[in-house]
């Protein structure tokens, strides 16, 4: 079956691969598939073929292995030309220079200075910024109930604090908070035709160019400007490398963080033994949102990278040129690691801080404990000012969106009391 997505049917596709559903109508299905598949499974994405890998252990091993590459021109479907930029996931993998797409020495080079922007120590600092933005945000949740007492917790809630929170970070102005969210959800939903997708990526460069630009001439206390200002005696980023770094970073920054704090809702909304037992204070919030990472991880699968030279994996080699996808969602459910009951959502898990969902190794994610400082306000936040909060349609009629790669729902629509 040709792929309308590329210039060619990719060569060698196997005809046992899982299907990774572009509409993720059924994503506990797919995750039961996967594992189902082995340890490093065949998978087609849009027609293309890759591996993935679905266990922990073996996951760890391979984002430490440095035959794996983030480069794509190690990729031998994309320098045959059997993939082309008419793929419609070609622009999660080939997004311009950053630290998401390059190794070893060039990636210290580039991850730095995000690094020390995000310390422990700079977070407890702008920790009271984050609470301000999510009482604003509560309020609004509040007043913005239409006649019925509904209101999209997604819209109003999970999805603006973490534009607010990373905007502030990047100084990016909060009037184009709006159209930046507008724009990475255009970017990943599979219903954007993949010419406009094209256009996105290029209109987000020429935001983030024009801002570098501003930054440059007037620096300001801020992330934009930390990576524009050369260290002494360093290598200053170019102004392409600032902007693939910034465009990564908000889609990064924002969509993990809205998948955590709404699964995490959702997860207790359906578990409700467990949720009283975090209001009473018998568990933590820390233990909800580890468990929620684990469990119903906010990235599904990463893609991707590239076989320098053949791996063997258990059974199967992984050979050079060939892409390999990071299966999060079938990692965090891994059965020898977290147990048989590894599919149950159980906030006393002992295992539930042992998982990957942020990664592992060098390319680990750098905005991890923003993002669960984010949900360790908002979460006892929404629920200590809305105690009875419950969903305003049957959970079953939640809806996921159309993206392969992040763990998001369409809208979350909730009575708050």
Same mark, same amino acid.
């Given at each position: 079956?040709?792929?309308?997505?590329?210039?060619?049917?990719?060569?060698?596709?196997?005809?046992?691969?899982?299907?990774?559903?572009?509409?993720? %109508?059924?994503?506990?299905?797919?995750?039961?598939? =996967?594992?189902?598949?082995? $340890?490093?499974?065949?998978?087609?994405?849009?027609?293309?073929?890759?591996?993935?890998?679905? &266990?922990?252990?073996?996951?760890?091993?391979?984002?430490?292995?440095?035959?794996?590459?983030?480069?794509?021109?190690?990729?031998?479907?994309?320098?045959?030309?059997?993939?082309?930029?008419?793929?419609?996931?070609?622009?999660?993998?080939?997004?311009?220079?950053?630290?998401?797409?390059?190794?070893?020495?060039?990636?210290? &080079?580039?991850?730095?200075?995000? @690094?020390?922007?995000?310390?422990?120590?700079?977070?407890?600092?702008? &920790?009271?910024?984050?609470?301000?933005?999510?009482?604003?945000?509560?309020?609004?949740?509040? !007043?913005?109930?239409?006649?019925?007492?509904?209101?999209?917790?997604?819209?109003?809630?999970?999805?603006?604090?973490?534009?607010?929170?990373?905007?502030?970070?990047?100084?990016?102005?909060? @009037?184009?908070? !709006?159209?930046?969210?507008? %724009?990475?959800?255009?970017?990943?939903?599979?219903?954007?035709?993949?010419?406009?997708?094209? $256009?996105?990526?290029?209109?987000?460069?020429? #935001?983030?160019?024009?801002?570098?630009?501003?930054?440059?001439?007037?620096?300001?206390?801020?992330?934009?400007?930390?990576?524009?200002?050369?260290?002494?005696?360093?290598?200053? =980023?170019?102004?392409?490398?600032?902007?693939?770094?910034?465009?990564?970073?908000?889609?990064?920054?924002?969509?993990?963080?809205?998948?955590?704090?709404?699964?995490?809702?959702?997860?207790?909304?359906?578990?409700?033994?467990?949720?009283?037992?975090?209001?009473?204070?018998?568990?933590?919030?820390?233990?909800?949102?580890?468990?929620?990472?684990?469990?119903?991880?906010?990235?599904?699968?990463?893609?991707?990278? #590239?076989?320098?030279?053949?791996?063997?994996?258990?059974?199967?080699?992984?050979?050079?040129?060939?892409?390999?996808?990071?299966?999060?969602?079938?990692?965090?459910?891994?059965?020898?690691?977290?147990?048989?009951?590894?599919?149950?959502?159980?906030?006393?898990?002992?295992?539930?801080?042992?998982?990957?969902?942020?990664?592992?190794?060098?390319?680990?994610?750098?905005?991890?404990?923003?993002?669960?400082?984010?949900?360790?306000?908002?979460?006892? !936040?929404?629920?200590?000012? #809305?105690?009875?909060?419950? =969903?305003?349609?049957?959970?079953?009629?939640?809806?996921?969106?159309?993206?392969?790669?992040?763990?998001?729902?369409? !809208?979350?629509?909730?009575?708050?009391?």
């Amino acid at each position: 079956m040709n792929c309308p997505h590329t210039a060619a049917a990719p060569a060698g596709r196997s005809t046992g691969a899982v299907v990774i559903d572009p509409m993720v %109508q059924d994503l506990d299905g797919e995750t039961a598939r =996967l594992r189902d598949a082995g $340890v490093l499974a065949r998978i087609d994405l849009l027609g293309v073929p890759a591996w993935t890998v679905t &266990r922990h252990a073996e996951a760890r091993q391979l984002l430490l292995d440095q035959r794996l590459v983030k480069d794509i021109g190690a990729w031998e479907l994309w320098r045959s030309g059997v993939v082309t930029r008419a793929w419609p996931l070609i622009g999660m993998i080939d997004a311009g220079r950053s630290m998401f797409t390059v190794d070893g020495a060039e990636h210290r &080079r580039l991850r730095t200075k995000t @690094s020390q922007a995000l310390t422990p120590r700079r977070l407890e600092a702008i &920790r009271p910024a984050i609470e301000e933005f999510t009482e604003e945000l509560l309020d609004q949740l509040e !007043a913005g109930r239409d006649e019925n007492g509904v209101v999209d917790l997604k819209a109003v809630f999970a999805q603006p604090l973490p534009m607010k929170v990373v905007g502030m970070l990047m100084g990016v102005d909060e @009037s184009q908070h !709006a159209m930046l969210t507008r %724009q990475y959800k255009a970017f990943f939903s599979m219903l954007t035709p993949q010419d406009e997708r094209l $256009v996105l990526l290029a209109e987000l460069d020429v #935001f983030y160019a024009e801002l570098v630009r501003e930054r440059t001439a007037r620096p300001a206390d801020d992330l934009t400007s930390a990576l524009i200002l050369a260290e002494e005696g360093g290598e200053p =980023l170019t102004e392409e490398e600032v902007v693939g770094n910034l465009k990564a970073m908000v889609a990064a920054g924002h969509e993990t963080t809205i998948g955590l704090v709404l699964n995490a809702v959702r997860a207790l909304l359906s578990h409700p033994d467990q949720l009283r037992m975090v209001l009473d204070g018998e568990a933590d919030w820390d233990a909800v949102i580890e468990e929620t990472l684990r469990w119903d991880t906010p990235t599904t699968h990463l893609l991707m990278r #590239f076989a320098t030279e053949d791996i063997t994996v258990g059974d199967e080699v992984i050979r050079e040129g060939e892409g390999v996808v990071i299966s999060y969602r079938a990692i965090g459910r891994d059965i020898e690691q977290h147990g048989p009951d590894a599919d149950a959502f159980d906030i006393t898990r002992p295992t539930r801080n042992r998982h990957m969902t942020f990664g592992h190794g060098p390319h680990i994610c750098p905005g991890a404990a923003l993002s669960r400082v984010e949900a360790a306000t908002a979460l006892p !936040a929404l629920f200590g000012r #809305f105690p009875g909060l419950r =969903l305003a349609v049957p959970d079953e009629e939640i809806t996921k969106l159309p993206v392969m790669t992040q763990n998001d729902m369409a !809208a979350f629509p909730v009575l708050l009391d």
